[in-house]
């Protein structure tokens, strides 16, 4: 069963006289089947789950996409319906609320993380982060959420979330969640709309070029042909950045790393592809 709820009083009363576990997954809406997997594998493990659909626009920049990105709530609804009805029994509560719902006036709280926010996606996008952890704060308050679900397409997100986490000792357990994608190898992304055909044949350097660096990982046992792979792969300048950092702390210094992550946006006229890989040292 799928419930619809706009309002924010609403959402507090539903979950209100519930100490039940319940799991949670935040989205922008524009649903595709990354965020359906989302979706299942919390509707796997839980009776009720709450699926928020909000285009956060405190995670906008001023010349970023916040006025066109999509906004598709019927469709995602019907996305939503379909999936539950695989799960007889299960109640999903989805949250779509305006702005002014998640942002009461006088509401000035923000949410900053530390570290693993300067960099990258950090340094490109200022003030995306404090966003992003602002309102999933936010959300968490409303929802308590026992488990939440996180794409690690997102993979710095992702990490701000799980340091927001332990920051502020959150009871809330953090899943991440593998990515989904074309067969062609592009990552799905509700942004992905906006290239024409000729660009999302091109956008496919991009999980390709990190396919290419994850296997020298994997096959040669150190990094320096990837790294001499990656610079050569840099010359193109429609990389915004590709690196190879450590997974758990996004360091630059992978000397000690069990785990590296290998990140890269490539950008096709003003849209940012967004992807990453991870890798297992041998
Ligand atoms: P968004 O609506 O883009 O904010 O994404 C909502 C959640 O879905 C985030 O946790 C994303 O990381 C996750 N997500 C987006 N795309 C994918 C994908 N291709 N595979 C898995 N998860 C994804």
Redesign the pocket.
């Known amino acids: 069963m799928v419930t619809l709820i706009r309002k924010t009083a609403e959402l507090v009363s539903a979950r209100a006289p519930e100490t039940s576990p319940v799991g949670f997954?935040?989205?922008?809406?524009?649903?595709?089947?990354?965020?359906i997997?989302?979706l299942e594998r919390a509707l796997r493990e839980f009776d009720t789950v709450y699926f928020s659909?909000f285009v956060?626009p405190k995670q906008f920049g001023p010349n970023e996409d916040f006025t066109r990105y999509p906004r598709t709530l019927e469709n995602d609804l019907a996305l939503i319906e379909a999936s539950g009805a695989k799960f007889q029994g299960k109640r999903i509560i989805v949250y779509s609320p305006e702005s002014s719902e998640v942002y009461p006036e006088g509401q000035g709280q923000t949410v900053e993380v530390l570290g693993v926010t300067t960099d990258l996606e950090g340094a490109l996008r200022p003030g995306h982060f404090a966003g992003v952890a602002t309102v999933v704060h936010r959300l968490f308050e409303l929802v308590r959420p026992t488990v939440a679900?996180?794409?690690?397409?997102?993979y710095q997100?992702?990490l701000v979330i799980r340091q927001m986490v332990a920051d502020l000792c959150l009871p809330v357990k953090i899943i991440g969640?593998?990515?989904?994608?074309e067969p062609s190898g592009l990552?799905?992304?509700?942004?992905n709309q906006y290239l024409s055909a000729e660009e999302r044949q091109q956008g496919l350097v991009l999980s390709q070029t990190l396919r290419k660096i994850v296997d020298l990982i994997r096959t040669k046992r150190d990094l320096r042909e990837a790294k001499a792979l990656s610079a050569e792969a840099l010359r193109d300048p429609r990389w915004n950045y590709l690196e190879i950092r450590d997974a758990e702390t996004l360091s630059t210094d992978t000397r000690r790393s069990k785990n590296l992550t290998v990140l890269g946006v490539f950008q096709l006229g003003t849209t940012r592809l967004l992807d990453n890989m991870q890798v297992e040292l041998p």
Do not use: C, E
């Open positions: 997954v935040p989205t922008m809406g524009n649903l595709h089947a990354g965020h997997s989302l659909i956060n679900y996180f794409g690690l397409k997102d997100q992702y969640m593998p990515i989904v994608r990552a799905l992304s509700s942004r």
